[in-house]
């Protein structure tokens, strides 16, 4: 990857494997919208980006700092995916859905956004989780630009009842949300030393959660807590499963996430 400085702007060349409709909206990630131009604006970690690709080359309005601190994580730019999915073309059915959907990152995404964003995302479909999460970001978040607003913190969701919950569209997950903030705020939950935990124990962390099932747990720690390796089952993944009858294939191994997005979308699309 080459990184360049041009005005407000950071130019990237030579990024392999991302395409951003297919990452920022494949249901990883709720604050992204695709703009007029064929650009993409969201809001991650406090932070505004607007993002599009210019032939081979990703163009971001947005500071070397912040880039550096937030962005260059976020879409996980150090990370050898075209060395990963090479290794995942190894299984026929993966190696398929790659020639179709090529481009798919796992997005490091805020831990206490992402398990948020994944208890609203219980039988719910993508345009109702965007807003609720919309507005309660509008409600709750600070201002950062143009109508763009940052991920209220768990001290300000705890100080929100059930009912505020309710009425901004979450539901019955209302009192989910408001469970989960007051334990994030009075520090009985600390989600960053879950990211520090192996696996099975950062598993067993969030299912002790209320209101927090294994696929809300499985989808948190692959899209909030960077684990990888972690491979979230829903009804697309159930049908996926089928084709793996003596389980998944050595060469998922570490990268099972990886190897699960590119199936789940092409389940998506194809069965």
């Known amino acids: 990857m080459i990184i360049r400085q041009s005005e407000n702007e950071i130019i990237l060349d030579e990024v392999k494997c991302l395409d951003l409709a297919l990452t920022l909206d494949c249901g990883q990630a709720f604050r992204w919208e695709e703009q007029e131009d064929g650009s993409w604006s969201g809001v991650a970690f406090g932070k505004f980006l607007n993002i599009r690709k210019d032939g081979e080359r990703f163009i971001l309005k947005t500071t070397l700092e912040d880039f550096e601190s937030v962005w260059r994580n976020y879409f996980d730019l150090d990370r050898d995916y075209a060395a990963i999915c090479e290794r995942l073309r190894q299984d026929p059915l993966v190696a398929s859905a790659m020639e179709e959907y090529y481009g798919i990152r796992i997005l490091n995404q805020d831990p206490w956004e992402a398990l948020v964003s ?45 009912e505020d919950f309710e009425a901004m569209g979450a ?21 960053n030393s879950i990211k520090k935990m192996s696996l099975g124990d950062a598993k067993a962390a969030l299912l002790n959660i209320y209101g927090v099932g294994i696929k809300v747990a499985n989808c948190a720690l692959l899209f909030g807590f960077q684990f990888v390796e972690c491979f979230p089952v829903d009804v697309w993944m159930k049908r996926v499963l089928e084709y793996y009858p003596n389980g998944l294939p050595e060469c998922f191994k570490g990268y099972e996430g990886i190897a699960q997005q590119y199936l789940f979308h092409w389940a998506r699309n194809n069965l």
Do not use: H
């Not at 201002?143 to 763009?148: A, F, H, M, N, V």
């Open 118 to 162: 994944f208890i609203i995302s219980q039988q719910n479909n993508i345009k109702r989780i965007k807003g609720i999460i919309k507005r309660i970001c509008r409600a709750c978040g600070n201002e950062i630009c143009d109508g763009w607003y940052s991920f209220p913190d768990a001290a300000t969701l705890s100080a929100l009842s059930v």
């Open 171 to 191: 539901g019955y997950r209302g009192k989910y949300i408001k469970r989960l903030a007051d334990l994030v705020a009075s520090g009985e939950i600390d989600l």
